[in-house]
């Protein structure tokens, strides 16, 4: 499956920014969609996830209650809604795609080795 991230850019602290990813290749629908980023000199971190129903939701503690994690299965895209955006949110983010046809469609993962296919990463860097 291809992922193509978008939307990244240049933003001031309490800014929003809207993510998006497309994907195409493989029956949508049979993927669960993670977010994550990784920061200068860091490690790639967990952001959000949506199960492939849409019906579950995780996020990291971090962004809980600012980043909004949504898909439209009709248009294979899902997006990363990111409001009260701070500095340390700074980071390369990059979508994730995991083949969870096998499992619950409410399932989902926070790992990052169990994501088959991966974006080429959107840049979003937060100003002070």
């Known amino acids: 499956v291809q992922l193509q991230a978008s939307g990244g850019g240049l933003v001031q602290a309490g800014g929003s920014l809207r993510l998006s990813c497309a994907v195409s290749g493989r029956t949508f629908t049979n993927y669960a969609m993670g977010w994550f980023r990784q920061a200068p000199g860091k490690e790639r971190e967990f952001v959000t996830t949506?199960?492939?129903?849409?019906?579950?939701?995780y996020y990291a503690d971090s962004v809980e209650d600012r980043f909004t994690i949504t898909r439209d299965n009709a248009k294979n895209t899902v997006y990363l809604q990111m409001n009260s955006l701070k500095p340390d949110d700074t980071a390369v983010y990059y979508c994730?795609?995991?083949?969870?046809?096998?499992?619950?469609?409410?399932?989902?993962?926070?790992?990052?080795?169990?994501?088959?296919?991966w974006g080429q990463g959107t840049l979003v860097t937060v100003s002070s």
């Open positions: 994730a795609a995991e083949d969870t046809s096998y499992f619950s469609d409410t399932y989902y993962s926070t790992r990052v080795n169990t994501y088959d296919d």
């Open positions: 949506i199960s492939r129903s849409g019906g579950s939701t």
